[in-house]
């Protein structure tokens, strides 16, 4: 979503970046939708993330390692830096430094640019494949970052040689990291989510709760934080499902079903599997996407 989630933004591995009007979607409904803005990048895409300041600005990270910066306003590219040897996973603006961006990739490295001086500025070593990045929601000189060796690591960027915080707890991957305030949760490919007190001081104690429920062994299936508490996150089982901060198990469901292909309303789409999902700016709605192209704009109901 953009700042004021008036816009969102999808890619993948058609090679396109597509921008679309969230107000006209919505009236439309399960209409056929066509893009406002549509970018033709160079590479299948991999990872996106909306400016919280500059509104028009969407940084894109592609599998050929191409970080790239696109201006909605212009319909086009202003900025492109291929540093990273590998696939881009993550990228991520800090909310409070606009001008900062960070990537993370399948070379091991994080690194963080300038968007001023168009350079990286910073970079991280990783003993393994980095799979997501995010950087704090009040500082801009911290950051956490998921490994494919099981750890979560929390940097500072004034002290970079070095990681802040090493936490285990994770047996696979892991895949996604999101803060709630000073609290991370993160996501692996061991079926858990888990919730991380960072400034508990006991290492062997921050893990403060384990969620299960969902279904993720192999595939990045996303994860989001609201700013109510809610989690959610996708499934191999084709399912979005949505975590409250203090119950381990889900709160709500929501089983994508394609009728066009022949599923009926009570069937899942056994084919697919949930690949992203995304809450807007104020929490009202849910960005959720699955492996067969499918996207739904979904809302929390009480009943």
Not at 171 to 185: C, L, P, Q, T
Request: charged share 20%; net charge positive.
């Amino acid at each position: 979503w953009d700042r004021d989630g008036e816009l969102f933004a999808t890619a993948g591995t058609s090679k396109s970046i597509c921008v679309y009007d969230s107000s006209a979607v919505m009236q439309m409904g399960a209409r056929v939708h066509c893009p406002a803005v549509e970018f033709e990048a160079q590479a299948k895409v991999s990872a996106l993330s909306c400016n919280p300041y500059v509104k028009q600005s969407l940084a894109s990270g592609d599998y050929q390692g191409v970080v790239q910066l696109w201006d909605v306003n212009r319909e086009k590219s202003v900025w492109e830096n291929p540093t990273h040897r590998r696939r881009v996973w993550s990228i991520d603006f800090s909310g409070v430094d606009p001008t900062r961006l960070a990537s993370a990739s399948d070379d091991g490295s994080v690194r963080v640019y300038s968007t001023t001086t168009k350079e990286s500025i910073c970079t991280l070593q990783n003993r393994a494949n980095v799979c997501s990045v995010k950087f704090h929601p009040s500082n801009a000189h911290i950051l956490a970052i998921g490994s494919a060796d099981h750890r979560l690591m929390c940097y500072d960027l004034r002290q970079p040689n070095t990681p802040m915080l090493s936490l285990q707890g994770h047996r696979k991957a892991v895949s996604y990291v999101r803060w709630i305030g000073d609290e991370i949760i993160s996501a692996s490919t061991d079926n858990t989510l888990k919730l991380w007190d960072i400034k508990c001081g006991d290492p062997r104690r921050m893990c403060v709760r384990t969620y299960t429920g969902h279904t993720n062994e192999k595939n990045f299936v996303g994860l989001s934080v609201s700013q109510d508490g809610y989690i959610a996150c996708g499934s191999e089982d084709n399912v979005v499902h949505v975590y409250s901060k203090h119950s381990s198990v889900p709160v709500a469901q929501y089983a994508f079903n394609d009728k066009a292909s022949g599923f009926t309303s009570n069937r899942r789409d056994k084919g697919g599997f949930i690949s992203s999902v995304a809450w807007s700016p104020d929490s009202k709605h849910l960005l959720a996407a699955n492996s067969r192209g499918h996207l739904k704009i979904l809302q929390l109901s009480k009943t």
